[in-house]
């Protein structure tokens, strides 16, 4: 299997990557691509092979998990070229191994563990931030219209900053809408002034946030625009088959995609570049979104950075 284009799925037999994986096996489909069934051994059988190994040439433990769903996948998998791939170390550092050449890596939105009360799990968060490939995280309550990669998916949505969205986040988003036929709605905030009254006195402590300027300044949303449309324009002219529906938002972009994601098939957020505390790498909208958003979202990283020159 040529890992250069395969989609890789991370599973662990819960219903969330169960949901990851219908997602996966339908994309794979409608991309022709190949298709990793990943799954992590848990730390009890990966300390069990260890011991046995520990004691002389044995077989290896069979991993039940990829052996169920091998067997559940065989009779959907005509057609698709599948691979199935037992792992072993850390789940986040396993996965980001096992995608290192991938197209994609998904997963769902919470693994086994955890506190079920959390919508987004420890170790999709941290594949957020670690992924060398775009990553769909899958959320366990979304609709059945967003795994089935047709017009009925819905929209695409993309989160647009006009000066820090790299390229790779908007020409990824063009390819997902052009590839699934649908428009692709782009949503770029705007500050709003804050309300002359908040400057001269300090806010009512009955505000739990002040309040601010009614008014929207007209040449602030037109500039806004106009930033938008120039980002937009060499992309739309490389995808003129591409609907795009253009949206300016005041201050709240995260708040804007999450809303829409209930009428939509995917969200496309960026990373932050390299930072040196890690967990900044996803950024407040792409996290708000990840929590939040009722359809899957991909977080798309930066390329890599070049190497150092002597």
């Not at 169920?68 to 005509?78: D, T, V």
């Not at 992924?131 to 366990?140: N, R, T």
Request: aromatic share 2%.
């Amino acid at each position: 299997m040529s890992q250069k284009s395969a989609v890789v799925v991370g599973v662990d037999g819960s219903e969330h990557s169960l949901r990851a994986l219908e997602w996966a096996l339908r994309v794979a489909r409608s991309l022709s691509a190949p298709l990793t069934v990943a799954h992590v051994r848990s730390e009890a059988l990966q300390l069990g092979s260890a011991r046995i190994s520990s004691l002389g040439p044995a077989p290896d433990l069979p991993d039940t998990v990829v052996n169920s769903l091998a067997a559940q996948i065989g009779p959907r998998a005509e057609g698709l070229d599948i691979g199935y791939a037992s792992l072993e170390g850390s789940i986040v550092d396993a996965l980001v191994g096992a995608a290192a050449r991938a197209r994609l890596l998904v997963v769902g939105s919470r693994g086994r563990g955890g506190f079920k009360s959390l919508l987004l799990g420890s170790n999709s968060r941290a594949l957020a931030a670690a992924s060398p490939c775009p990553l769909i995280v899958v959320p366990h309550e979304a609709r059945i219209a967003t795994l089935d990669g047709s017009s009925r998916a819905g929209r695409v949505l993309l989160g647009l900053h006009p000066e820090e969205t790299g390229d790779e986040v908007v020409e990824f988003a063009f390819r997902a809408a052009r590839q699934r036929g649908v428009p692709l709605q782009v949503v770029t905030s705007y500050p709003v002034p804050p309300n002359p009254v908040l400057l001269l006195a300090p806010p009512s402590p009955k505000f739990d946030v002040p309040p601010t300027s009614p008014d929207e300044t007209p040449e602030l949303v037109e500039e806004t625009r106009q930033r938008q449309a120039e980002r937009l324009l060499p992309f739309s002219k490389r995808h003129p088959e591409v609907e795009v529906q253009p949206v300016v938002s005041p201050v709240d972009a995260a708040g804007r995609l999450v809303d829409d994601s209930q009428e939509a098939g995917l969200v496309v957020v960026g990373r932050h570049r390299r930072h040196r505390v890690a967990r900044l790498l996803v950024g407040s909208v792409a996290n708000a979104v990840l929590q939040h958003a009722a359809c899957p979202v991909a977080i798309v990283p930066p390329p890599p950075a070049p190497a150092p020159t002597d």
